[in-house]
């Protein structure tokens, strides 16, 4: 399945359902968001800059503090009055429960590449509240099968699901939730880097245009998609490490084996009929470059709030989504290209930007021709490279440690007398 998948992807081909994989009782649906169609069905959008329109709205609900900003924030009320989570009694992702023999090894896992550690669970909506706050964290976190009952949870250091795990008490089980194949949007919301207090059922819910139902597992106390496919519902507990990976990653490389916590399972329950959601990654193209522009148009705007300088900006497929950022710029004064580079490496995940270029506004950072032009005509690399140290992306396998590396920021900018020309 994993190599006729891989095929499929790189021909822009369509969504798969392999109906009969062998010795599983599962259907297994891979390819969903493998092309810009789908994309624009699934978030029922004419282009993907409709996403980043949406969202600033939704951020934009503060609280009112005055009775004039009351009056001007009633129009919106409605169109946020029915997004909030509604919690439900029955569910279809609990026609079926198993809490006495629960068995991982029963879901149709694949092994996607040759020297995988084992089976992985790719498209995993991990759901975790942290132990003294109670925010509730949605994230996808891969996790690797061991055997019928345990398996690895790949949270990186970086990740809210691990500051959830370091704060919780090493001597008590920290409950984990696990649902597979909710509907598209949630699924997507998992992978989303949102502002700390932005909860990812909530923006579902925008983003739908209609509240995610939410049910109690049965064996924690933690909520999740009624709509799921399947849920895991377990724990892990604090302290307790095992050896996770190589896994064949979206960089194109294997990242290796490292220490994660264990997920212990304690049910299963899923619908009557249900499907086994999973993606491939590797090497690009693959089904998450969409991801990643959704991604990318979806917080643009955000962005621009904090530096309204910034045109357009493009993390190109190749660049993996935190290896490359091109990005124009209003130009304003000498050395303005430095001070965007020094301000997106303080934004959120984009800290993890391995090499920035910054353009005037008139080159289309969407053309790779432009980019390249422009690159080579303007740049000085004496005068015009600035390099950084500071946190990468876990998955970097150039840095020289973990987590820590240099980066890189490059004016592409025509030059001013000022700036030296």
């Not at 304690?266 to 998450?288: C, F, Q, S, W």
């Amino acid at each position: 399945m994993a190599e006729i998948t891989d095929r499929v992807v790189k021909k822009n081909g369509p969504a798969l359902l392999f109906q009969n994989s062998a010795g599983f009782n599962f259907p297994v649906l891979t390819n969903v968001y493998g092309s810009l169609d789908r994309i624009r069905t699934i978030f029922n959008i004419q282009e993907l800059d409709d996403l980043g329109e949406g969202v600033t709205r939704f951020l934009e609900m503060a609280p009112p503090k005055g009775w004039v900003e009351k009056l001007k924030l009633l129009p919106r009320l409605k169109e946020v009055a029915g997004i909030f989570p509604k919690s439900v009694k029955k569910a279809p992702c609990q026609e079926i429960i198993n809490t006495e023999t629960p068995d991982l090894t029963q879901l149709p896992v694949l092994t996607c590449w040759p020297e995988d550690g084992g089976p992985f669970i790719t498209l995993p909506v991990v759901i975790t509240r942290h132990p003294k706050t109670g925010k509730r964290n949605v994230g996808m976190y891969r996790m690797q099968v061991y055997d019928k009952i345990t398996a690895g949870l790949h949270w990186h250091v970086h990740k809210d699901g691990a500051d959830h795990y370091r704060n919780s008490d090493p001597k008590e089980p920290f409950p984990v939730a696990v649902a597979l194949g909710p509907d598209p949007i949630t699924t997507y919301c998992a992978t989303a880097p949102l502002p700390d207090g932005l909860d990812e059922i909530l923006l579902s819910g925008f983003l739908r245009q209609k509240p995610v139902e939410m049910v109690r597992c049965v064996t924690c106390d933690l909520e999740v998609p009624a709509e799921s496919q399947f849920v895991l519902e377990g724990y892990v507990t604090r302290g307790e490490l095992r050896t996770e990976g190589p896994f064949g990653d979206h960089t194109g490389y294997y990242s290796p084996a490292d220490q994660y916590p264990v997920f212990h399972l304690t049910a299963i329950t899923h619908r009557k009929n249900p499907i086994y959601p999973a993606t491939l990654v590797g090497y690009p193209p693959m089904e998450d470059q969409w991801l990643g522009k959704v991604t990318e148009r979806l917080f643009l705007p955000l962005i621009k709030q904090q530096m309204p300088e910034i045109v357009d900006m493009n993390l190109p497929v190749e660049g993996c989504f935190h290896n490359l950022c091109f990005v124009s710029i209003q130009k304003r004064y000498p050395g303005h290209a430095h001070k965007v580079m020094q301000a997106i490496w303080g934004l959120g995940q984009m800290m993890f930007s391995k090499m920035i270029f910054v353009f005037d506004k008139d080159v289309d950072v969407q053309d790779l021709s432009q980019v390249l032009f422009h690159l080579g005509g303007n740049v000085d690399p004496g005068r015009d490279i600035t390099r950084v140290k500071g946190p990468v992306d876990a998955l970097d396998h150039a840095s020289t440690r973990p987590h820590v590396g240099t980066k890189m920021g490059m004016d592409c900018t025509a030059k001013w007398p000022t700036e030296g020309y």
